[in-house]
């Protein structure tokens, strides 16, 4: 398989934490709009993540083989990220992620509530209301948010494991379109920031991770590619290969003067 | 007269709007239907993915005040009129999710001193218990009493026209409430000012020339968006059938002007629901399944009772697809997409500890 044939790694320790449990991935996935359980499984498995979302919505417990969400998910490998889709305020969002931690066993959930349903932005109000409640009844939030530095800011003081900006809206595989609000996200998080939404190809992936990410979501630019598995794994190694070209330290750019400054380098002459 | 370059021109237009549109549904738009097909595809599987959602009607009551020509509802057509009660409509709803449904779409006849709010409420609550998903496509109801069913538990209203054209609507609605058009038409604004997340308008194909009725279908959903930014917004594509008392649509849409329909609506509203029924036959839903349509009825009855308490009743219009909902389960899968028979949880809108 193709698949096995590239394997690129860094032999740096460079490992995800995530309030405290560690991920040799940097990569989720989410797991909507794919053609088949028997095609999500393969994307997973070539996407080598260790994190991959569900919608609480879909999730048919009662029904194992029509439940296009848990299908094929290695459980021991995988940790299943149930999310809030769908939901329009923070009393929907929460009642979805208690029933996500019954579906799930556990209390990690990622926050989104997007009341626009045409383009699926998040709602910064209710997000930050519903993670408020969510991290005092004990659950690991993970809010999907605009690229928002003060709203970032905000809710990783009330104790969100990560934030979640969008590069562009979500669905349009634009790439990043947020560059400079991100920017300042990635600058100032002390938690985790993960690209969530608007990634369609993994040079988008890879220029996320360059910038100094933590780790990119991926979705839609992974099911209604032509063949998942293959994009999937195209994607894995974007990750692996922009993190290493920021782990590097190459090219990046500094406000700062340098002494190769070829216009007023005559200044620092004997 | 649109010449070719300007179709094609229209047809890429990244925002499509009302000059556009008017290309997309001309006579001339027809020769380049397969570019038309291609962006409509492309459109849909960013937006919706690889997946078709699945819904059932249910028809809980044929009683009906009005006097409508198309339907086979009408006043005037004399049979047994027949209401299920809560128990048989638990029947029929829990012999729908045995088929694997999850979404019901109830229907009802306008007869408010039958089925008036009360009834409603109580048949959503009734509905709300088995399956996860109900939405209504019933009578014109005030915004009051849409809250009252949003808190029983539906989210959702598909509220048809009929036709935009004033005339017409007039000659055609003979008798009863439905005669008043205004009403009909500011019922999406009262539904999504209730809360309603969804709201479905159509037009019944083959009243009025559809060109105009098109036009003016997508003025009205862009008055409801621009008042409710919360509103999802679908379109359903009816085309009259045959029915009891033999209505001869003067205007009757073909396939071609179908499609054309379906990919021009896509084009102009690439987040828009489009939802296409068992009235059409079988080549054409299976043809336009990966085309711009994300949400298909199977195995569908259109009388009271039709799929367990009572099964010789009088239909509302006959079906054409007849296929069982595992038939066109597999048909889905087939043509590389999936089924998605649950997109919703009650957990939206159900107080539940579920820890």
């Known amino acids: ?270 | 007269m649109f010449n070719p370059q300007q179709i094609h021109q229209a047809i890429q237009q990244k925002q499509q709007d009302l000059n556009s549109f008017k290309i997309l549904i001309s006579p001339e738009a027809q020769d380049y239907l397969e570019e038309m097909a291609k962006k409509s595809q492309n459109l849909t599987r960013r937006r919706f993915g690889n997946n078709i959602s699945l819904y059932v009607p249910l028809y809980i009551s044929n009683y009906c005040i009005n006097q409508c020509q198309y339907c086979g509802y009408n006043l005037s057509n004399k049979f047994k009129r027949i209401k299920l009660n809560m128990e048989e409509i638990a029947i029929e709803a829990e012999t729908l999710k045995q088929q694997g449904f999850e979404h019901i779409l109830l229907l009802t006849g306008e007869a408010p001193s039958q089925t008036g709010i009360d009834y409603l409420e109580q048949a959503v609550k009734t509905l709300k218990k088995i399956v996860h998903q109900v939405s209504i496509e019933i009578y014109p109801l005030s915004q009051a009493d849409y809250e009252r069913l949003i808190a029983a538990g539906c989210d959702g209203i598909t509220i048809y026209q009929e036709t935009y054209n004033r005339e017409c609507y007039r000659e055609v609605h003979k008798k009863g409430p439905k005669q008043n058009y205004d009403y009909r038409y500011e019922t999406p604004f009262r539904a999504a000012k209730a809360g309603m997340r969804s709201v479905g308008l159509g037009f019944l194909m083959g009243l009025a020339p559809w060109r105009e009725e098109i036009t003016a279908m997508v003025k009205h959903a862009q008055k409801v968006l621009q008042a409710n930014w919360r509103v999802r917004l679908g379109f359903s594509f009816p085309r009259l059938r045959p029915h009891l008392g033999n209505f001869k649509p003067e205007y009757p849409v073909n396939e071609i002007e179908l499609a054309q329909m379906v990919f021009a609506l896509r084009l102009f509203f690439p987040d828009a629901e489009l939802v296409l029924s068992t009235r059409e036959p079988a080549r054409i839903r299976d043809g336009l399944l990966s085309l711009g349509i994300t949400r298909i009825s199977a195995g569908s009855s259109t009388q009271p009772g039709g799929y367990k308490t009572n099964k010789d009743q009088i239909s509302q219009f006959d079906i054409d697809d007849k296929r069982t909902p595992s038939e066109i389960s597999q048909l889905i899968r087939s043509a590389g997409m999936e089924p998605l028979w649950k997109d919703w949880d009650w957990a939206f809108n159900r107080e539940e500890d579920f820890s």
């Open chain 1, 1 to 270: 398989m193709y698949k096995d044939k590239i394997n690129f790694q860094t032999d740096i320790d460079d490992n995800l934490v995530i309030n405290g449990k560690t991920f040799n991935s940097r990569f989720f996935i989410g797991t909507g709009k794919f053609s088949s359980p028997q095609i999500l499984r393969e994307t997973i498995f070539s996407s080598k993540a260790q994190i991959i979302t569900v919608a609480i919505r879909r999730a048919r417990p009662d029904n194992q083989v029509e439940d296009p969400a848990f299908a094929g998910i290695d459980l021991d490998k995988c940790l299943v990220l149930p999310n809030t889709s769908g939901a329009r305020d923070a009393q929907e969002a929460i009642r979805l992620a208690k029933l996500g931690k019954a579906l799930t066993g556990h209390n990690w959930v990622k926050l989104e509530v997007t009341p626009d349903p045409a383009n699926l932005l998040p709602d910064p109000i209710e997000t930050f209301k519903a993670a408020q409640q969510l991290i005092k009844a004990g659950f690991t939030v993970l809010p999907y948010i605009n690229a928002d530095p003060i709203l970032a800011k905000k809710l990783e003081e009330v104790g969100c494991a990560t934030v979640m900006p969008l590069a562009a809206p979500i669905g349009t595989n634009r790439g990043i379109k947020t560059r400079e609000l991100l920017k300042i996200i990635i600058e100032q998080a002390q938690v985790p920031v993960v690209v969530d939404a608007g990634l369609g190809l993994p040079s988008h992936a890879a220029e996320a991770m360059e910038m100094g990410a933590d780790a990119i979501l991926a979705n839609t630019a992974l099911a209604t590619a032509g063949n998942p598995p293959l994009m999937a794994n195209a994607f894995a190694l974007a990750v692996q290969s922009g993190r290493a070209a920021w782990l590097s330290g190459a090219g990046k750019e500094s406000t700062r003067a340098r002494a190769s400054s070829p216009l007023t380098g005559f200044l620092h002459q004997d």
